[in-house]
């Protein structure tokens, strides 16, 4: 699987927007970029994932580099909730089991 | 959204003994579902490929004679680790996705092993 790399940790203040960066260098052209969370004590939860262009949900944004190289998550109003580690995640269409790296962790502040 | 349930949420046994965690699709047949293991301050890893009605895969390192695998129906996956040992404690989650590649999975809410 192709390898993603994440900051550890980034900090954030509550109601502001927040921009999660993962390099992914040696992705290929049929990997998707996949973001989840995982909240203390729970399971992942889906964020969203894209292909080739920018998309928009109702939890965040993905802003995709025109190379692919990188891509980044939105989250556009920060709240307490959001304290999280997140992860990204290339998947390719073969194999439907997630590899999750060490992920960042986001600390919201109030 | 599809939702996968995930039972105990938490269980404590005394050393020696088994226990078995469920893992269901609630609104959508999986065919596939997925069992992770996370220790705590890591990520989570894949410990083996449950197929319904077929063995599991499992992923290198992972005993299969202790981590019992069965996947009997289209919406049930359940692990079972046998002769647990302190050691196994950790978080176990279980994740079930649609057919289709590149959709979203869905992941249980976890259940913590702690074992005595």
């Known amino acids: 699987d192709a390898k993603t790399t994440q900051p550890n940790s980034m900090e954030s203040n509550e109601e502001e927007p927040v921009h999660l960066p993962c390099n992914h260098s040696?992705?290929?052209?049929?990997?998707?970029i996949h973001w989840y969370r995982q909240l203390p004590s729970q399971g992942p939860e889906y964020v969203i994932h894209?292909?080739?262009s920018n998309v928009n949900n109702r939890m965040a944004s993905l802003a995709i580099a025109e190379d692919r190289k990188s891509s980044t998550l939105i989250l556009h109003r920060a709240t307490l909730r959001d304290a999280a580690v997140y992860y990204c995640i290339l998947t390719d269409t073969g194999r439907r089991a997630l590899t999750f790296g060490s992920g960042t962790r986001l600390q919201v502040q109030p | 959204g599809a939702v996968v349930s995930q039972h105990p949420s938490w269980v404590i046994c005394k050393s020696g003994t088994s226990v078995k965690i469920e893992c269901r699709s609630l609104?959508?047949?999986?065919?596939?579902m997925f069992w992770y293991r996370q220790f705590p301050k890591q990520s989570l890893m894949l410990m083996a490929t449950s197929n319904e009605g077929s063995k599991a895969t499992y992923e290198q390192g992972v005993e299969k004679d202790k981590f019992l695998i069965n996947h009997a129906s289209l919406t049930l996956s359940t692990l079972t680790v046998t002769s647990a040992h302190p050691e196994d404690s950790s978080f176990y989650i279980c994740?079930?996705?649609?057919?289709?590649?590149?959709?979203?999975?869905?992941f249980g809410q976890g259940t913590r092993l702690t074992v005595v």
């Open positions: 994740s079930a996705s649609s057919r289709h590649p590149n959709t979203e999975a869905f």
């Open positions: 040696t992705i290929s052209g049929t990997d998707y």
């Open positions: 894209g292909l080739t």
């Open positions: 609104d959508f047949q999986a065919t596939t």
